[in-house]
């Protein structure tokens, strides 16, 4: 019954910004973590944060451009991503983690569907 639900992504102007939303549900997961995927690219890390507190860690690909939060009840990760680029256009996805320690791909255990973001005039 594990599921995990994106949602906010879309069509935006270069240097606009969007807030995609990741809703989980079944279990209680140790991290989430944002990736994305571009066309002909590899899945790539963007951020990850523990329910258990402290500060999200970033990749320098999108490093203070983005911002992860999570809600009060641990049921929803957020990702603010501002000042977009085309070079942005990717499949965002929402990922859970059982463990603590792993930021690659393999790390995340569930998954979401994805989210198509697009960064064109």
């Known amino acids: 019954q594990v599921q995990l639900v994106e949602s906010g992504g879309g069509l935006v102007q270069p240097g606009g910004s969007l807030r995609l939303s990741c809703a989980a549900s079944?279990?209680?997961?140790?991290?989430m973590g944002w990736f994305r995927q571009a066309p002909g690219k590899e899945r790539e890390f963007l951020a990850v944060l523990r329910w258990t507190g402290g500060s999200p860690v970033y990749s320098d690909s999108m490093k203070g451009r983005i911002t992860m939060s999570g809600d009060n009840a641990k049921t929803t990760v957020y990702l603010q991503m501002n000042s977009l680029q085309p070079e942005d256009t990717a499949v965002y996805y929402c990922?859970?983690?059982?463990?603590?320690?792993?930021?690659?791909?393999?790390?995340?255990?569930?998954w979401g569907q994805g989210t198509q973001v697009t960064v064109s005039s």
């Open positions: 990922a859970a983690s059982g463990t603590n320690w792993g930021l690659s791909r393999a790390a995340f255990e569930s």
């Open positions: 079944g279990r209680t997961f140790t991290r």
